[in-house]
């Protein structure tokens, strides 16, 4: 189940990735239920008295219970819209979400994809659900077809890239940019968006993006490299730049 598929990004590369199957997708799954216990663990221990004083033990019981599904959604919706799409197990299994165009996952998305995963909790929800990846070429359950996500495994080993935050702040790459007045609103999306996956990209994919995406830019730029620094990082200092010019960050 741990197949491979081929993106065609928004920038026009095509991007090889490998789905995350029914096995790697189980053992993130342990490990996030295992963390959402210790978490509700610890709520219930603050909280019980408390409601169970005010409410009586019925009443505790059923907010009890209402605050698990709330804690669940949260806790997958809010560390993959912000954590690159990954929770603590989808991080300990080299797992991520993203859009099924291969951009990084939108924050909507992440939480779309997981209103459907109280059903993974009913009687016969992980039947469905794994009939569901079964069925689907790219390994989707009922909630990445409706929120349009896919979830790939990272590749054991990735050439180290730790681009700095392109959304805010000078960088030392500016001075040696030109004024950038003929750039174009698409442009800068793209670029953002490479700027975005590109430490999650492979080596391959890495190179094909700078050749394909960036070297041309830069040509109609103007934009001369810097032999002592790797493109991505003048790359990232043109969408601040441009960013900034536009009040875009």
């Known amino acids: 189940m741990d197949g491979g598929s081929v993106i065609l990004t928004p920038e026009k590369v095509v991007v090889s990735v490998r789905m995350a199957g029914i096995g790697a997708r ?75 165009d291969g951009t990084p996952v939108l924050a909507y998305a992440a939480f779309y994809r997981n209103l459907l995963r109280p059903a993974d909790f009913a009687p016969f929800g992980y039947l469905l659900g794994t009939v569901a990846v079964f069925l689907n070429a790219r390994s989707q359950r009922l909630g990445d077809l409706v929120a349009g996500t896919v979830v790939v495994r990272e590749p054991a080993a990735l050439t180290a890239f730790s681009p700095a935050p392109h959304r805010a702040g000078v960088h030392w ?71 900034r010019m536009h009040n875009l960050v």
Not at 26 to 49: E, H, R, Y
Not at 197 to 224: N, Y
């Open 26 to 100: 189980a053992g993130a799954q342990l490990i996030d239920l295992c963390a959402i216990a210790f978490l509700f663990t610890a709520f219930s221990m603050v909280a019980n008295p408390i409601v169970t004083a005010v409410f009586g033990g019925v009443a505790a019981s059923g907010l009890l219970a209402l605050a698990l599904f709330a804690l669940v959604f949260l806790y997958f919706g809010i560390l993959e819209a912000f954590w690159q799409g990954q929770t603590l197990g989808k991080k300990a299994t080299r797992l991520r979400v993203m859009m099924a």
């Open 173 to 243: 790459c500016e001075p040696g940019l030109p004024d950038l007045r003929t750039m174009s609103l698409e442009e800068y999306v793209a670029l953002k968006r490479l700027a975005d996956r590109f430490p999650q990209l492979p080596d391959e994919a890495r190179h094909a993006s700078i050749q394909e995406v960036w070297k041309p830019f830069a040509e109609r730029q103007g934009i001369r490299p810097d032999p002592r620094v790797h493109p991505i990082y003048q790359l990232e200092a043109v969408v601040m730049k441009y960013g």
